[in-house]
């Protein structure tokens, strides 16, 4: 923990314990790629970022970037206080329980993959328990660095630091100075070497460097002693009674007697400055790590017929759907693994729609692709695994029969396994008056929109009584099949400025019309696109005499040149 003054003495030094590491932490970003603009112009600094948080009734800051520190700013101060000292913010929503929940996955990756004993600590770090483990990454040092490369990669900003308690990993991650780094050879620094570089000394207790510090065994002591106390996780009022006392450091704190301390503060502080230290043990509670699902069945001979998988897969699917319910999930992705004598296993994989356990839909769409496996000489062993699983609780009967909607969660599981995933989609509505940005994808199965919130009586949107206008008009059909970008027409014969085309040629192949409707004119989103402002389109519904329904338009009104060159476009067809 935190200290400073006298170092503690040497005999007071614990020289056993597990190795601990702490100091995960995140902060807000704000920091982009160099680069210049296409005029050569160098491309302006981003903005310092800060995230705020609404406390009691004014907004704080929850966290700053390195930029918005280095201007003074930090978490717990006013928003207000901070745009006064940085006119110029990028300030942003603070997400707690997004960030929360970040947390909780980070430490569940990290049992899975650095060591089995992981904590949260706080809101922005974890503990890791690295006793038994760090020799497989070769070294704490190493294993350390790499933790941060990691996190580096996906965005997170970090600072580990490996001692002998967690009390002192905590506090060295977030207070201690890192050591300077080793000098290097000037072949390796592209450079000469400076010589104050060359000639400093470095603190024996420390080895890293940015980002990383490893405290030596048994020296956690001495380099709690500098830190102030609020490395030690005290309450403020400790804290600040600490300060009028004229005690700083922990270094000053760990030379007064504890009784005394103990009548003053409580048990709380000699319990922390002993757990810091290593006298009095801190355990951890370690994330729990969800165990994968999977049901395993052996055979003594060894199955070749397609009548032999489907028996056994009959009896394995109701134990994967009882293992589902327990854990109170429902499958979204299920693997087949059919291990043969020859060790070449075969992987069959089912997708869905939505979690599920209805074990017929499950061994349905398994069987379905049974002719997928090869068996070769035989096959030993079959399992099913849950690769992706969602949380599936108890769903609420509609008032009546009548209002139940169908479910196509079948439908589009089948579709899906058959034709791929990517293959399905369905069309949502956009508020646009250009076609081709009108519609947009949306996954098979996307939940709808919910509803708007219910308004206060005595609010003033209330008195808005229009009725809220769906995207797509009525009055004005669109074709069923509409072509992602237009195409071209050629041989054009038409009268200007408003008549509909008399024939045209599209994709090699002459059409002469026979009827027609229109114009339906769009106008460009001149507040989207600065080059729409004066684009014209001019929409016709035609009719070729094979009795082909197409959507035509010409680019421009006829009458200004600066409304389109009067080309036509094929857009889309009617049935």
Known sequence: MPGSTPPLGRQDAVTGGPRHKAGVTKQAGGMTKDGVTKDGMAKPPPLPR????????????????????????????????????????????????????????????????????????????????????????????????????????????????????????????????????????????????????????????????????????????????????????????????????????????????????????????????????GRLPEPLDPVPVPEPIGVVQRFAEPIATAEAIEHWLGQLMPRLVTALGEAGLGARAVELVADRIDGVPQRLRIGLARPTRDGAHLLRLTLRRIEEIAPGYGIDALALHVRRADPLGAEAFAETLEDQAPDLAPLIDTLANRIGSHALWRTVPVESDVPERSIAAAPPLDPPERAAAKLKPDDVRQLDRSVVLHPWDSRWPRPVRLLHRPELLDHVLAEMPDQPPKRFTWRGMAHRVVR?????????EWWKRGTERHSVRDYFQVEDEAGHRFWLFRRGDGERGETGDLAWFMHGSFG
Request: aromatic fraction near 4%; glycine fraction near 10%; hydrophobic fraction near 45%.
């Open 50 to 277: 800060i995230t705020s948080l609404q406390s009691g009734n004014k907004l704080v800051i929850a966290a700053a970037c390195p930029a918005a520190r280095a201007l003074g700013l930090a978490p717990g101060m006013a928003v207000t206080q901070a745009r006064a000292l940085v006119p110029e913010l990028d300030i942003r929503p603070a997400d707690p329980d997004g960030d929360r929940a970040a947390l909780l996955r980070l430490a569940t990756l990290a049992a899975r993959r650095w060591c089995p004993v992981v904590m949260a600590s706080g809101e922005d770090g974890l503990f890791l328990d690295i006793s038994g483990v760090a020799h497989l990454f070769g070294g704490e040092a190493r294993m350390a660095r790499r933790i941060v490369r990691i996190l580096a990669r996906l965005g997170f900003t970090a600072r580990v630091a490996v001692a002998d308690t967690p009390g002192a990993a905590w506090a060295l991650a977030r207070f201690a100075v890192s050591p300077a780094p080793p000098p290097r050879h000037p072949r390796e620094s592209g450079g000469p070497a400076s010589s104050s570089k060359v000639g400093q000394k470095r603190d024996p207790r420390f080895r890293g460097d940015d980002g990383v510090l490893v405290c030596a065994p048994a020296a956690h002591i001495d380099a709690l002693g500098p830190l102030p106390t609020r490395a030690l996780r005290l309450d403020s009022r400790a804290i600040e009674l600490l300060k009028r006392l004229g005690i700083e450091t922990i270094g000053q704190l760990a030379t007064l007697p504890r009784a005394p301390l103990a009548r003053r503060f409580g048990g709380a502080l000699v319990a922390r400055l002993d757990q810091a230290t």
């Open 516 to 524: 027609a409707d229109g114009p339906e004119r769009i106008l460009g």
